[in-house]
C-alpha cells in the first residue's frame, strides 16, 4: 500500500483547509506508513514566511486537529522536516518559482498540485505552471470545490484549466467521495444481488438524503454568503451520494465506468422549471433559536454585516429521476446549517403490503445508511409482536456499526483521496462531464429564485428547517426519518 516517494505542492497552505483538513490527513498517513520521507510536501502562499516559521504554525495546526496522531513527536516532527514553504503570489510577476523548480527537478515521480486557493486562480495559476515548465507527465492537479458558481462559470475554469491539463490528470475534489460510508453504498448494492433486485421504483417508495448540519456559518460568513447551500453542499456532495444511491451496476470499478453511470443519473434528473421549482423546492435560513438549551443567534446576526441577506442556508428538494428504474419513486435531498441534529444519512423506505393481512401494520421497512455523525447500517423490519395477545406486529432494528465492527482507520475523507491523487487514481474524482451536468440541473433553480424572487422561509436554530419542509413530502404521503 505504499506509495513510494512523490511531490505534492498545495498552493494556498496557509489556509484553512490546508491546516485543518489536507496537512492533518497527510500526517496520519505518515504516521500509518503508507508513505515515507522520500517524499515532499512544498507549500505555498502569498504570506511572507520562511519553512521555519511555517512549519511551527502547522505543528500547532496538526497538533490541534490530529491531535492524536501528533502526540506521537517523533512521527510529527519526521513529518514537519517533510514540509518546505515559499512564498509566491501567481498573479504577480517574478516571486520564487525558481526555486519550486528546483525542489520538482525530479523528473519521475508523481507530481501533485493541489489548488486550494480561490476558484478564479485555478486558471492563471494553471498558466503559471504551464510557463514555468513545471507541468509533466506525471503531473495532476487537483482541484476544490466551487467549481465555478453556475454552469457557465464551471465551463470557463474546466476550460482554463483543460488548457494546460488533459481531463485525466484533472482531479476535482469532492469530499463526499471519500467518506467511508458513501463508499460502503457500492459495496452495499454490487455485493449484496438480494438487495439489488429491490432497488428500484418496484419496492421502494421514495429515498431521502439528508446532510444536517447543527454549526452555523461560522468563521466562512463571506464565503457562505455568496454560495448558499444550494451551491455550497447540493450541487456537488448530495448530487454524488444520490448517484452512488441510483446508478445502475457499472461494468467495472475502473473510473471511467463509475462516472459514465453516474453521469447517467445527472442526465436524467427531471429538468427544474420554475413552476416545478415553486412546488418542489423549499429555500429557508436559520434565525435566533435555542440549542441545548443555548440561545444561539440567527444568521444575519452570525454574518454580522449590519444588512439582512438573502443567501439560504436551508434546502430542501423533491425529484425524480426518468428511468425505467426508477421513474415513481421521488428521491428527497436536504440539507441545513444549525439544524437539530447532525446527520447524514440516506433512508431508502420500502413500498407497504399490497394486501395487509395484519390488522395493524407498522412502518413498512426502511434501510437507513447513515455516514455521519457514525457510520451504521439499520433495517427496520416488521416482526411479531412477542408480547401481545392475537397476532400483533411492530418494528425492530437489524443493525451494524462500523465502530464496532472493525477497526477504522481513516479518520477523515481527505486521507484516502489525497493519496489516490498521488497514486494516480481518479475514479473517486469528479469528471468534467458530471459537474457540467450537476451545474446544468441546479441552475433553473438559481434563476427561478432570482427571478421569482422566491421568499426565504425563516427556521429557528435547533429546528428541522422551514415547516413547509413536511408539506413537500406529505404530498406523497410521507414522512421525513425524524417524525416516522
Ligand atoms: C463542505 C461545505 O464542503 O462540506 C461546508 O463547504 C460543510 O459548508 C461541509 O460544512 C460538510 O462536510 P461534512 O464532511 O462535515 O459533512
Same mark, same amino acid.
Given at each position: 500500500?505504499?506509495?513510494?516517494?512523490?511531490?505534492?505542492?498545495?498552493?494556498?497552505?496557509?489556509?484553512?483547509? =490546508?491546516?485543518?483538513?489536507?496537512?492533518?490527513?497527510?500526517?496520519?498517513?505518515?504516521?500509518?506508513?503508507?508513505?515515507?520521507?522520500?517524499?515532499?510536501?512544498?507549500?505555498?502562499?502569498?504570506?511572507?514566511?520562511? &519553512?521555519?516559521?511555517?512549519?511551527?504554525?502547522?505543528?500547532?495546526?496538526?497538533?490541534?486537529?490530529?491531535?492524536?496522531?501528533?502526540? @506521537?513527536?517523533? &512521527?510529527?516532527?519526521?513529518?514537519?522536516?517533510?514540509?518546505?514553504?515559499?512564498?509566491?503570489?501567481?498573479?504577480?510577476?517574478?516571486? @520564487?518559482?525558481?526555486?519550486?523548480?528546483?525542489?520538482?527537478?525530479?523528473?519521475?515521480?508523481?507530481?501533485?498540485?493541489?489548488?486550494?486557493?480561490?476558484? %478564479?486562480?485555478?486558471?492563471?495559476?494553471?498558466?503559471?505552471?504551464?510557463?514555468?515548465?513545471?507541468?509533466?507527465?506525471?503531473?495532476?492537479?487537483?482541484?476544490?470545490?466551487?467549481?465555478?458558481?453556475?454552469?457557465?462559470?464551471?465551463?470557463?475554469?474546466?476550460?482554463?484549466?483543460?488548457?494546460?491539463?488533459?481531463?485525466?490528470?484533472?482531479?476535482?475534489?469532492?469530499?463526499?467521495?471519500?467518506?467511508?460510508?458513501?463508499?460502503?453504498?457500492?459495496?452495499?448494492?454490487?455485493?449484496?444481488?438480494?438487495?439489488?433486485?429491490?432497488?428500484?421504483?418496484?419496492?421502494?417508495?421514495?429515498?431521502?438524503?439528508?446532510?444536517?448540519?447543527?454549526?452555523?456559518?461560522?468563521?466562512?460568513?463571506?464565503?457562505?454568503?455568496?454560495?448558499?447551500?444550494?451551491?455550497?453542499?447540493?450541487?456537488?456532495?448530495?448530487?454524488?451520494?444520490?448517484?452512488?444511491?441510483?446508478?445502475?451496476?457499472?461494468?467495472?470499478?475502473? =473510473?471511467?465506468?463509475?462516472?459514465?453511470?453516474?453521469?447517467?443519473?445527472?442526465?436524467?434528473?427531471?429538468?427544474?422549471?420554475?413552476?416545478?421549482?415553486?412546488?418542489?423546492?423549499?429555500?429557508?435560513?436559520?434565525?435566533?433559536?435555542?440549542?441545548?438549551?443555548?440561545?444561539?443567534?440567527?444568521?444575519?446576526?452570525?454574518?454580522?454585516?449590519?444588512? %439582512?441577506?438573502? &443567501?439560504? #442556508?436551508?434546502?430542501?428538494?423533491? #425529484?425524480?429521476?426518468?428511468?425505467?428504474?426508477?421513474?415513481?419513486?421521488?428521491?428527497?435531498?436536504?440539507?441545513?446549517?444549525?439544524?437539530?441534529?447532525?446527520? &447524514?444519512?440516506?433512508?431508502?423506505?420500502?413500498?407497504?403490503?399490497?394486501?395487509?393481512?395484519?390488522?395493524?401494520?407498522?412502518?413498512?421497512?426502511?434501510?437507513?445508511?447513515?455516514?455521519?455523525?457514525?457510520?451504521?447500517?439499520?433495517?427496520?423490519?416488521?416482526?411479531?409482536?412477542?408480547?401481545?395477545?392475537?397476532?400483533?406486529?411492530?418494528?425492530?432494528?437489524?443493525?451494524?456499526?462500523?465502530?464496532?465492527?472493525?477497526?477504522?482507520?481513516?479518520? @477523515?475523507?481527505?486521507?484516502?483521496?489525497?493519496?489516490?491523487?498521488?497514486?494516480?487514481?481518479? %475514479?473517486?474524482?469528479?469528471?468534467?462531464?458530471?459537474?457540467?451536468?450537476?451545474?446544468?440541473?441546479?441552475?433553473?433553480?438559481?434563476?427561478?429564485?432570482?427571478?421569482?424572487?422566491?421568499?426565504?422561509?425563516?427556521?429557528?436554530?435547533?429546528?428541522?428547517?422551514?415547516?413547509?419542509?413536511?408539506?413537500?413530502?406529505?404530498?406523497?404521503?410521507?414522512?421525513?426519518?425524524?417524525?416516522?
Amino acid at each position: 500500500n505504499h506509495t513510494g516517494p512523490f511531490d505534492f505542492v498545495i498552493f494556498g497552505a496557509t489556509g484553512d483547509l =490546508s491546516r485543518r483538513k489536507l496537512l492533518p490527513a497527510f500526517l496520519r498517513r505518515f504516521h500509518a506508513q503508507e508513505f515515507s520521507d522520500d517524499a515532499q510536501i512544498i507549500c505555498v502562499a502569498r504570506t511572507e514566511l520562511n &519553512t521555519e516559521q511555517f512549519r511551527e504554525q502547522i505543528e500547532a495546526a496538526l497538533r490541534e486537529f490530529a491531535p492524536e496522531t501528533a502526540q @506521537d513527536e517523533q &512521527t510529527l516532527h519526521h513529518f514537519l522536516g517533510l514540509l518546505t514553504y515559499i512564498t509566491l503570489d501567481a498573479l504577480k510577476p517574478g516571486g @520564487d518559482w525558481q526555486i519550486l523548480r528546483t525542489l520538482l527537478a525530479a523528473n519521475d515521480r508523481p507530481r501533485v498540485f493541489y489548488l486550494a486557493t480561490a476558484p %478564479a486562480l485555478y486558471s492563471p495559476l494553471c498558466e503559471a505552471l504551464a510557463h514555468h515548465d513545471l507541468i509533466n507527465q506525471h503531473s495532476r492537479v487537483v482541484l476544490e470545490k466551487p467549481i465555478g458558481i453556475n454552469l457557465e462559470t464551471a465551463r470557463a475554469i474546466n476550460h482554463g484549466v483543460g488548457k494546460f491539463f488533459p481531463e485525466e490528470s484533472i482531479y476535482r475534489i469532492d469530499h463526499y467521495l471519500g467518506k467511508e460510508g458513501v463508499q460502503n453504498i457500492l459495496a452495499l448494492r454490487f455485493a449484496n444481488p438480494a438487495l439489488e433486485k429491490l432497488w428500484s421504483s418496484e419496492a421502494i417508495a421514495h429515498v431521502q438524503i439528508t446532510a444536517a448540519e447543527t454549526v452555523g456559518v461560522g468563521s466562512r460568513g463571506s464565503y457562505y454568503d455568496e454560495s448558499g447551500a444550494l451551491r455550497d453542499m447540493v450541487q456537488n456532495h448530495l448530487l454524488q451520494v444520490l448517484c452512488m444511491v441510483a446508478m445502475d451496476a457499472p461494468a467495472s470499478l475502473g =473510473s471511467d465506468d463509475l462516472r459514465n453511470e453516474k453521469l447517467k443519473v445527472l442526465n436524467a434528473l427531471r429538468p427544474m422549471t420554475p413552476d416545478m421549482v415553486r412546488r418542489n423546492v423549499i429555500r429557508g435560513q436559520y434565525v435566533a433559536g435555542e440549542m441545548k438549551r443555548k440561545d444561539v443567534p440567527g444568521y444575519n446576526e452570525d454574518l454580522g454585516t449590519g444588512r %439582512a441577506s438573502n &443567501t439560504e #442556508t436551508f434546502v430542501a428538494i423533491r #425529484t425524480k429521476i426518468r428511468t425505467a428504474r426508477w421513474g415513481h419513486t421521488p428521491f428527497y435531498l436536504r440539507t441545513g446549517k444549525r439544524l437539530a441534529t447532525k446527520t &447524514t444519512e440516506i433512508v431508502i423506505q420500502f413500498r407497504p403490503q399490497v394486501w395487509p393481512i395484519f390488522t395493524n401494520m407498522p412502518s413498512p421497512g426502511r434501510l437507513v445508511i447513515r455516514i455521519a455523525p457514525h457510520e451504521e447500517l439499520s433495517f427496520v423490519m416488521a416482526v411479531r409482536d412477542p408480547g401481545a395477545g392475537g397476532f400483533r406486529v411492530r418494528n425492530a432494528t437489524l443493525g451494524m456499526s462500523y465502530e464496532n465492527a472493525f477497526s477504522v482507520t481513516y479518520q @477523515d475523507s481527505y486521507e484516502r483521496l489525497l493519496l489516490d491523487a498521488v497514486r494516480g487514481d481518479p %475514479a473517486l474524482f469528479i469528471r468534467r462531464d458530471e459537474v457540467e451536468a450537476s451545474w446544468q440541473w441546479i441552475e433553473p433553480i438559481l434563476n427561478s429564485w432570482r427571478h421569482a424572487m422566491t421568499p426565504l422561509e425563516p427556521y429557528p436554530a435547533g429546528s428541522w428547517g422551514p415547516a413547509s419542509t413536511r408539506s413537500l413530502l406529505a404530498r406523497d404521503g410521507a414522512l421525513w426519518h425524524e417524525d416516522m
